[in-house]
């Protein structure tokens, strides 16, 4: 008796740490599942992708809107349990996939999910490279990741996310969640964003400007002289190259640019980059 007790204990740790492990903290508040549905402004229509289902609380959601639902979740044993719980439903389809090695179908119109801590930035740099020009997101973060996001340059979490969601994305704000309203719950509170990824992503541009911001509290010229070896440049041929820009903008912190600013320095480096 003591032993299945003990074995009882030990599976629900375990359990309990793989989701911490992969950065799963699951929704319970069924209004603000109900709210986040009601944001998505979904129809028959469309073709939902939700990263990271869970345990499914957002997909039944989904669900009643009559959206066709592709859910995406990497744990197996919750893939197991969410084929029982939606296994009679004709408008889903549930895959056991990691979403940064999944290719994004082109019919998907619409993507919903309450986002992996963990993995924020490169799930979202994900999106907004492969945008088809259909779909567009409501997503929920990890509240401080998320204030990075909608950062404006000048400000000092002005970031390498900050800008590439200034220059690729409309993004905006929809409303904050406390951390109570998960389990298990997190150390944090969330916010729920809309984006609309743009057009004409630019590796190089993205390239340069993770350059820029591996030393955003340096000048731009310190900071890619700091990035030399990433540039493959000599810090001669750096220095010379800056000379083609306002001297202004080259003693600017990185974290104190412009956008327009930053895209003027890329432009003098862009055709020797690597």
């Not at 004709?90 to 963990?118: F, G, M």
């Not at 992503?201 to 390239?207: A, H, M, N, S, V």
Request: charged share 30%; glycine share 2%; net charge positive.
């Amino acid at each position: 008796m003591l032993f299945r007790v003990l074995l009882i204990k030990s599976n629900f740790l375990f359990n309990i740490n793989m989701r911490v492990k992969l950065s799963q903290h699951f929704l319970i508040n069924k209004e603000i599942i109900k709210k986040i549905v009601s944001k998505s402004n979904l129809t028959k229509k469309d073709i939902v992708l939700e990263i990271g289902a869970g345990t499914g609380n957002l997909t039944q959601e989904l669900l009643k809107t009559g959206a066709k639902i592709i859910a995406i979740e990497i744990d197996k044993r919750l893939v197991s349990k969410l084929k029982e719980r939606f296994g009679n439903k004709k408008n889903i389809k549930i895959i056991q996939a990691d979403i940064l090695k999944y290719e994004i179908p082109q019919s998907i119109t619409r993507i919903v999910s309450n986002l992996p801590y963990e993995i924020s930035a490169p799930i979202t740099e994900k999106l907004i490279k492969e945008w088809n020009g259909e779909y567009w997101c409501v997503l929920m973060y990890q509240q401080e990741f998320a204030e990075k996001m909608l950062a404006a340059p000048g400000v000092p979490w002005f970031s390498r996310i900050s800008f590439l969601i200034n220059t690729y994305t409309k993004c905006k704000e929809l409303f904050l969640v406390g951390r109570e309203n998960f389990h298990p719950i997190p150390k944090v509170d969330s916010m729920v964003v809309e984006l609309h990824p743009l057009k004409n992503f630019d590796e190089k541009l993205i390239f340069f400007a993770n350059c820029l911001f591996n030393h955003k509290n340096k000048t731009i010229k310190n900071s890619l002289i700091s990035s030399r070896k990433k540039l493959n440049m000599e810090k001669k041929d750096i220095s010379m190259k800056l000379e083609k820009v306002n001297k202004e903008i080259s003693n600017k912190k990185v974290w104190q640019a412009e956008l327009k600013e930053i895209k003027k320095v890329y432009n003098v480096f862009k055709k020797f980059l690597p």
